[in-house]
């Protein structure tokens, strides 16, 4: 008797099962497994606590629905310059960076928060540009305080305006430039962790 | 018309960096797009719904249709949707806290539960797995017994009916499960449509194996020679979503650039391997069901279903066009994402002639519409989704609101407005009960306003913040000018959500009556119906 699929519920269920594996295989675990290979040959990330903990704190509350990590370039364009390869920033992100971020930015990273939408800015570089631990501070408060026609929510639960008796960790939050009035403002563990790990990106890495 | 979606594509494409000749109508690059796609489907129904022998197809009332079906079968069924229609009422619900919260962002900041950031996913796993994905499975079960001819009074064995039943549990369990972690603060962060932690993935995916054997059995158990095209899809989904979970949860490559690759292929195939071949599935049976006729050509759908297996797979890394992954790999994204032409107007173009000469059915039939607006829409998000992924289209699109206009452009208007007419078209079939007419004029209307408004808004709007992005302008008046738009889209969404409690009163009228379940294994004559 001729093979027909039609007929065949098994060949319907092992044919597209198969293909679907080999292509999953193919677009997927190969390149998947390169880049592992080529990351564990990457030297460790430095070891930050406080750092990783504010990392921590901004994937438990979801920053990156609003904010890549990712400068885009055109590999077309590439150049060799002294041995250093340099991919050209598209002209939308031309104010996040000078220079594409590159595969190393997201060594070691787990989760790498590269990002699909950015209805805020781009983080890639945010420390360098926005050095002031207050400013942070004050924008996490209260974002339409510091940045009048931001849509960013407000994060004031994690800070106070009393220093709770058992305090530990806690840190006032010093005045900045153009803020009048308002609380005084102690920042909790989670926030103080927070910014550090904001402060600590300090641009693209190749 | 492979050819003139090429030129259609083509097109659209062009305008996107043209400054010459579309400079004059003022077009900006993302509405060329959107209208270039528009303009080719509203040619192309205008070809195909004319035709001088439009007929009435003479359905057998429904009650007679239902008589001697099996009550345990009907319950079943009607259980997946209406946990399925809880879910879509529950997750638009927050769909429209996330719209405004970007309408006034102080809404709702006092707790880390409902911040932006939680609830935005908490919308999205709801309304994929708990909404979309309950809703087409429930009526695939319905699809692949009736197609598989499996005898009317008893399509389900008794441990067919428990393993459905159990399914269906643990899906519901998982999708709750996960959205009360992730509220709480356990997100799988930066992985978008797998925001829920492993733990609450686990039912969901021994849900889905479990419904993968059980459509295979009742597909074995046939009573016709060939397995219907419907089947296919509808099986291979299953095993293609359980593959996709496992790649999105395995422990392996879950650092660096390796975690992107993975979160690229994750991000498409949970959408394109999951969702589009069962809504397409589905519109295989359902349609030429309504319409009383066969479809217009069963060899393109053998061939959609391959290409679909063969370019779908790979276009994921276009959602990472232009970053540090490998070059080749975004390439051959890009290459694929626009060959989808080719499985998606196989089949788009199967549905759209089997529908000619229709229009007079089309206009008496409740369920009908909805299945005319799905097929248009799957046709055109995907060319929509074929333009986004070129490279230079990317440029000003990508990482906009244009992405979220897409998005629901497709699995509202393709795959949500599909389910609901194989909804309203077979569940009265299989229960007995139908629908005020007037109400599901009503769900149809609201549903269509709601989401064209949505998904202009969005396009819109998105391309003009991309627009000022690639202008150098400060990125607070990207923020700003996108103010108005994020207005628009809560408003879509409200009617959106009007629509779904339509939708969800006429379920109630359409639940499995008395009448099924006293006659059920009696093949009665239909005295007795009240509601038909
Ligand atoms: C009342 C109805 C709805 C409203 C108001 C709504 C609103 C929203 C909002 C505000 C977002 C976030 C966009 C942003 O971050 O700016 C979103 C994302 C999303 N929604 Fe909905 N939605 C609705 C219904 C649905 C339904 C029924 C589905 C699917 C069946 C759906 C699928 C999605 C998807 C997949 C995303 C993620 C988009 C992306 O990441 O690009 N939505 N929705």
């Keep these: ?206 | 018309m492979i050819a003139s979606t090429v030129i259609a594509l083509g097109v659209s494409a062009l305008g996107v960096n043209a400054p010459g000749p579309l400079a004059i109508f003022g077009l900006a690059p993302g509405a060329t797009v959107l209208i270039g796609v528009l303009a080719f489907a509203c040619w192309l129904g205008w070809r195909l719904g004319g035709g001088a022998n439009t007929k009435i197809p003479v359905g057998i009332p429904i009650f007679v249709a239902a008589a001697g079906n099996d009550p345990r079968f009907a319950k079943l069924v009607s259980r997946y949707l209406m946990s399925a229609c809880f879910w879509l009422l529950l997750g638009s619900a927050f769909g429209l806290l996330v719209a405004f919260k970007l309408v006034d962002p102080e809404l709702l900041t006092d707790s880390s539960a409902l911040t932006f950031g939680r609830v935005r996913p908490a919308h999205t796993m709801i309304v994929l797995f708990g909404w979309a994905g309950l809703a087409l499975v429930g009526m695939g079960l319905y699809v692949v017994a009736k197609s598989a001819w499996l005898p009317m009074h008893q399509p389900l064995q008794r441990w067919e009916l428990g393993a459905g039943n159990l399914a269906l549990a643990l899906w519901n369990a998982g999708v709750a499960g996960g959205v009360l972690l992730l509220l709480s603060g356990h997100v799988n962060a930066g992985r978008e449509y797998r925001m829920f932690v492993w733990p609450a993935m686990v039912p969901i995916a021994i849900a889905v194996l479990l419904l993968a054997v059980l459509v295979y059995r009742l597909l074995a158990r046939r009573q016709v020679k060939g397995v219907y095209i419907s089947g296919w899809f509808i099986l291979s989904a299953l095993v293609w979503i359980a593959v996709v979970v496992v790649m999105g949860y395995q422990p392996r490559w879950t650092s660096g650039v390796a975690d992107r690759v993975i979160d690229g292929y994750y991000i498409h195939n949970a959408v394109g391997m999951f969702f589009t071949p069962l809504a397409v599935g589905l519109t295989y049976y359902v349609l030429p069901k309504l319409l009383n006729k066969p479809i217009y050509s069963y060899a393109l759908g053998v061939l959609g279903f391959f290409t679909h297996i063969v370019f779908y797979t790979v276009i994921g890394t276009h959602h990472y066009v232009h970053t540090a992954i490998p070059q080749w790999l975004e390439t051959t994204s890009v290459v694929f994402s626009v060959a989808m032409i080719v499985p998606v107007w196989a089949s788009t173009g199967n549905f759209l002639l089997t529908m000619k000469g229709e229009r007079l059915a089309i206009a008496h039939s409740y369920s009908l519409p909805f299945i005319v607006v799905g097929v248009i829409a799957y046709g055109v998000a995907s060319l929509q989704g074929s333009a986004e992924s070129l490279p230079w289209v990317q440029e000003t699109l990508h990482l906009t609101h244009y992405t979220v206009g897409h998005a629901h452009f497709a699995m509202y208007a393709f795959v949500s407005f599909l389910a609901w007419g194989a909804i309203y078209g077979l569940l009265p079939r299989l229960t007995g009960r139908e629908p005020p007419v007037a109400l599901v004029g009503v769900h149809f209307w609201l549903a269509l306003a709601g989401i064209l408004i949505y998904v202009l808004s969005m396009c819109i709007g998105g391309e003009q913040q991309g627009a000022a992005w690639v202008q150098g302008k400060s990125f607070m008046e990207s923020v700003r000018l996108m103010s108005p738009y994020l207005v628009w889209r809560a408003v879509g969404g409200v009617l959106m959500f009007a629509s779904h409690i339509c939708f969800a009163v006429a379920l109630w009228r359409m639940r499995p009556g008395a009448f099924s379940m006293a006659f059920g294994h009696q093949g009665a004559s239909g005295l007795g119906q009240g509601e038909a």
Aim: negative net charge.
């Design chain 1, 1 to 206: 008797m001729a093979f027909n699929i039609h007929q065949s519920h098994k060949m319907i269920l092992l044919l597209p099962a198969g293909m679907y594996l080999l292509l999953v295989i193919l677009c997927a675990v190969v390149p998947a497994e390169i880049e592992r290979q080529r990351e564990a040959q990457a030297p460790p990330a430095p070891e930050h606590p406080l750092v990783e903990k504010g990392r921590a704190v901004f994937r438990q509350l979801n920053c990156g629905a609003c904010h890549t990590q990712q400068v885009r370039g055109d590999e077309h364009l590439a150049l060799e310059i002294d041995g250093r390869r340099i991919v050209p920033v598209l002209a939308a992100d031309r104010r996040f960076a000078s220079e594409a971020t590159g595969s190393a930015h997201y060594d070691h990273e787990d989760p790498a928060m590269m990002g699909t939408q950015r209805t805020g800015p781009d983080l890639t570089g945010v420390g360098a540009r926005l050095p002031g631990t207050a400013w942070h501070h004050w924008h996490l408060h209260d974002p339409r305080a510091v940045s009048p026609d931001s849509v960013m929510p407000a994060y004031r639960f994690l800070y106070v305006d009393e220093l709770p008796a058992d305090a530990k960790d806690y840190e006032e939050v010093g005045r900045i430039d153009g803020l009048t009035g308002g609380p005084k403002l102690y920042a909790t563990p989670k926030a103080v962790a927070l910014v550090e790990y904001l402060l600590s990106m300090q641009g693209v890495k190749r």
